[in-house]
């Protein structure tokens, strides 16, 4: 067989393997056949959900929707998805919201999102919904079910609050980077503080020159996060504690051993 005869033979085959490969995918993400006969907001295709907890959460969305008008639904996938025959499936409008949970994209959660929500919880929110939820420490330490049910929770409790622009509590990853920047803006805050002056305990130039670093790690980033997301005052206090103290020792370090080098120079002088 000649080499040009060959070449045509391997590129008529590789053309119809991929045209093989595109073509599964098109028929694995349109299935309505995967849709259930019955009229319900759940669909657990991965069993991700126990059969009472399934029934529950079928009873609480369609109690809420009743109550509330808004309209959540629940699927869950992995290797099998009905795809866009949902939308038709659930009628989605503007004020529904759509949870998809499939742990194939390393984030088990992902949303659909009627216009209607984004009026009261912005783009931000349901970005932080995810990763707080969704991603894999939370859904090791709470299950699948868990990461699915709790994200419910959670844009229920913003919605009968008449909106979120974060995402209610505080995750333990995150009260531990406001407990860092807390004791970071109390260092900066301790060495400014420090005496360069004989006579003088307080630096206050220096404090107030630099208030804009330290005030932004303690406040912006340390307090509040805190208040946005929770009405616990045990984490402010916790955080106020490390500050002081942070800025208490960085205060002392600094005065005995930059202050050895500032006092030679006042003398002379």
């Known amino acids: 067989m000649r080499p040009q005869y060959k070449k045509t033979i ?18 694995a993400y349109n299935n309505p056949d995967l849709l259930p006969k019955e009229s319900t907001p759940v669909i657990d295709l991965a069993r991700t959900l126990s059969e009472s907890q399934r029934s529950q959460l079928e009873k609480s969305l369609d109690s809420y929707e009743k109550e509330t008008g808004w309209k959540i639904r629940v699927i869950s996938q992995y290797e099998r998805t009905p795809g866009l025959a949902v939308r038709e499936y659930w009628n989605l409008d503007e004020r529904s919201l759509l949870l998809i949970a499939d742990p194939r994209g390393g984030n088990l959660l992902n949303f659909n999102v009627g216009d209607a929500f984004f009026a009261l919880m912005p783009r931000l929110f349901w970005v932080e919904l995810q990763t707080r939820f969704g991603n894999q420490y939370y859904v090791r330490d709470h299950g699948e079910d868990g990461a699915i049910l709790d994200a419910i929770s959670s844009v229920e409790t913003c919605l009968d ?6 995402v209610p509590g505080l995750s333990p990853e995150q009260w531990l980077w406001t407990l860092a920047t807390s004791a970071l803006g109390g260092v900066i805050a301790g060495f400014a503080a420090f005496p360069r002056k004989d006579g003088e305990i307080i630096a206050w130039s220096w404090l107030l020159l630099l208030s804009p670093l330290w005030v ?54």
């Open 10 to 27: 391997a590129r008529v085959l590789l053309s119809a393997l991929l045209s093989l490969l595109i073509a599964l995918p098109a028929n």
């Open 161 to 166: 609050r008449g909106g979120c622009k974060v």
């Open 216 to 269: 932004m790690l303690f406040g912006v980033f340390g307090i509040a996060p805190i208040i946005t997301r929770t009405s616990e005052l045990l984490p402010i206090l916790k955080n106020s504690l490390v500050f002081s103290g942070s800025m208490i020792g960085a205060y002392l370090v600094a005065q005995t051993t930059l202050r050895k080098e500032v006092d030679p120079d006042q003398k002379e002088q």
